[in-house]
């Protein structure tokens, strides 16, 4: 009989990454909710919104009318046309139902698409500041993340210049966020479109993360994916999470060239299998009907941007670009640092989580050291208790 000498009990794979840290500091405010303590929550990405009624309804109907079984692991063939259609009439884009695949999130949608691209060794080239999980995802997967930085005087847009001097021969992929969390900076359409021009002649994939697409605020929403020429070179990766209210229900996609999508499938069929069959019916809902309630919450999140950009232009010493989407602002707290014992903006978080009871995120897993980022998907209420909170708080540090 052989004994296992096995001394090592976790993978290296698994060593190489970390917990969300968005998601850590959810659950030390969680803890001290709990607790009974009020807190302004600026921690959480997610819409204070509930999800609208008729994608409840269809969610609903579909249990009561025993839709509760395995579907095709990539996704009945309603939603995946559902979600080539809705893109299609935005952005003219053209994707057939083998070019889609549903995944139980936009997340597991990068996760998967990442680990069908990326061999040991490949570059991904990601401009910061970035969402927190493309690091990992990455480095899981065996690639190395190529950090772009940005200029925050040019409110953290990434150029055509830049990603140009970042391409190498290993480089394989780009990550493209617009607009992006954490900054809300929103790419001009030219230089978006320049991006994915100049990478389809250099064969580099871009991945467009299309999470936060249709809470842009410029007047104009825009996919990358329009450059229909470069279609071999680009995914697209979708997130019904914020466009609908959506979080909990784990919607997202992948639309691309078929091969790839059919690898995004086999692996897909290897994990979660198909995304729950009800939330399908749900996203069918949400993609088909009239998307008057994406424009009302999208002129809600301006009027709380603007609300949560006054209240900060208020505290000295703290200044903050306008972001043009999503629902994040990312003020710079460079000022702050080095005052009352605070040494870095991660520190600041947990100084105002644990004494000032508002709930940040320190810049640091984003790529930046100057940073915090700020949710503002809350009440106006919560907009001006926490931020009123800050002004003290922060005040006292600055006397
Ligand atoms: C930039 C970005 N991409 C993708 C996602 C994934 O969203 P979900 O997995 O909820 O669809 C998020 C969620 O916070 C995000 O911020």
């Known amino acids: 009989m052989t004994t296992a000498t096995a001394t090592k009990v976790l993978s290296d794979r698994i060593d190489r990454i970390e917990v969300s840290a968005t998601m850590a500091i959810t659950a030390e405010a969680l803890k001290m909710k709990a607790q009974g303590i009020d ?30 079984r395995y579907t095709a692991v990539a996704g009945i063939p309603e939603v995946r046309k559902a979600i080539g259609d809705r893109h299609a009439a935005d952005f003219g884009t053209s994707y057939a139902i083998d070019e889609c695949v549903f995944s139980a999130g936009g997340k597991l949608a990068i996760f998967n698409a990442i680990e069908v691209l990326i061999e040991h060794g490949d570059e991904v080239i990601v401009p910061v500041p970035y969402w927190v999980s493309y690091k ?20 953290f847009r990434v150029t055509v210049e830049m990603i140009e001097a970042a391409i190498t021969p290993k480089t394989k992929a780009i990550i493209l966020n617009s607009p992006s969390n954490p900054s809300g900076a929103v790419l001009p359409t030219a230089d978006l479109y320049a991006i994915v021009r100049l990478c389809h002649q250099r064969g580099v994939y871009v991945l467009l993360d299309e999470c936060y697409v249709y809470l842009t605020f410029t007047g104009e929403i825009v996919s990358g994916a329009s450059c229909t020429e470069c279609k071999e070179h680009i995914l697209v990766l979708g997130s019904l999470s914020k466009t609908y209210a959506m979080t909990g229900w784990r919607a997202g996609f992948a639309l691309g060239p078929k091969a790839i999508i059919a690898a995004v499938s086999k692996l897909q069929s290897q994990s979660t299998s198909n995304a729950a069959s009800m939330v399908q019916r749900a996203s069918i809902a949400a993609l088909t009907a009239s998307q008057k309630c994406v424009s009302e919450m999208r002129a809600d999140y301006i009027q709380l941007r603007d609300r949560v950009l006054a209240g900060l232009k208020t505290i000295p010493g703290l200044t903050c670009t306008v972001p043009e989407g999503a629902f994040y602002v990312y003020p710079n707290v460079k000022n702050f640092i080095g005052k009352g014992g605070i040494n870095s903006a991660a520190d600041l978080a947990s100084k105002l989580l644990t004494e000032a009871h508002v709930v940040t995120v320190q810049g640091e897993p984003f790529g930046t050291q100057e940073h915090i980022r700020l949710s503002y998907a809350v009440s106006a209420d919560v907009i001006d208790k926490g931020v009123q909170r800050m002004r003290e708080f922060l005040g006292k540090l600055a006397a």
Do not use: R
Not at 136 to 153: C, L, N, Q
């Open 136 to 155: 990992d995802i990455i480095e899981f997967a065996g690639g190395v993340p190529v950090f772009v930085e940005t200029s925050e005087a040019e409110s």
């Open 39 to 68: 807190l302004a929550d600026f921690g959480a990405g997610e819409p204070h919104f509930a999800t609208p009624q008729h994608i409840k309804a269809a969610a609903i109907e579909a249990i009561e009318k025993n839709f509760t």
